[in-house]
């Protein structure tokens, strides 16, 4: 079984400040983990993923999270937040032979200018 | 090229009522999955299609179908709606082949679905 933990449903910065959106996971296999982003009114869009090679990803948009097997986590960072950044991001994991997506809650983020 | 449409984008229906929501999926993409978006339970997984056969099942009631048809568009199916039914229904498409863990999802917009 797969679950995901998203810390802090709302996280609110300043145009300019650092951005981290906390995710820390579950799994019983060898996890594969996302990160999405949702604007309003939007589906999904994928912002970055761990697929086992390097710990650090890289992802769109100035984001990259870091694999931390000891500490379950994946957590999302930006080193400096623009006003576009506010949506709502979603942590998924993945693993197995399922084809299934399980995501977190999600966490809002706020950029105030 | 073009990304995964969903139809309709909006639609109000009353209690008792069924819906059907269509996902034409990216060129080339074999698997269909379907999501419901809500407020109080978040994304949970509806079911996933690959080939015209469904390989996946959440746990979502019988009211709840699927299917997909030859060229891969999928379409899904709410019967007896209830109030809770309101959400947000994603379709994602993917390649669906080789590792799943590694198969990425490109979602459509949704479609909103309003139930009085």
């Known amino acids: ?4 933990t998203q810390l802090g449903s709302h996280v609110s910065v300043s145009e300019g400040a650092l951005v981290l ?8 296999v060898p996890p594969y983990l996302f990160w999405y982003v949702q604007y309003p009114n939007q589906g999904l869009q994928l912002l970055l993923k761990y697929t086992s090679a390097a710990t650090l990803v890289k992802g769109i948009n100035g984001f990259e999270a870091e694999f931390k097997k000891s500490e379950t986590s994946f957590h999302l960072t930006k080193p400096s937040a623009h006003m576009s950044d506010a949506a709502e991001y979603f942590c998924a994991v993945s693993g197995g032979s399922n084809y299934k997506l399980t995501f977190g809650k999600g966490t809002l983020l706020t950029v105030n200018p | 090229k073009a990304g995964v449409t969903q139809t309709p984008r909006y ?45 996946n099942k959440g746990n979502f009631p019988g009211r709840f179908s699927g299917r997909q ?48």
């Open chain 1, 1 to 4: 079984a797969q679950s995901v």
């Open chain 1, 21 to 28: 959106l906390r995710c820390n996971y579950s799994s019983s």
């Open chain 2, 11 to 55: 639609l109000i229906k009353t209690r008792g009522q069924q819906v059907t929501l269509s996902c034409s999926p990216i060129s080339g993409h074999r698997s269909v999955s379907w999501y419901q978006q809500t407020p109080g339970q978040g994304l949970q997984f509806l079911f996933e299609y690959f080939s015209e056969t469904q390989r």
């Open chain 2, 69 to 116: 048809f030859s060229n891969s568009r999928s379409e899904m199916n709410v019967s007896t709606l209830e109030l809770g039914d309101s959400a947000l229904y994603l379709c994602a498409s993917s390649l669906g082949t080789g590792s799943s863990g590694a198969n990425v999802l490109t979602f459509g917009a949704g479609s909103r679905l309003t139930v009085l």
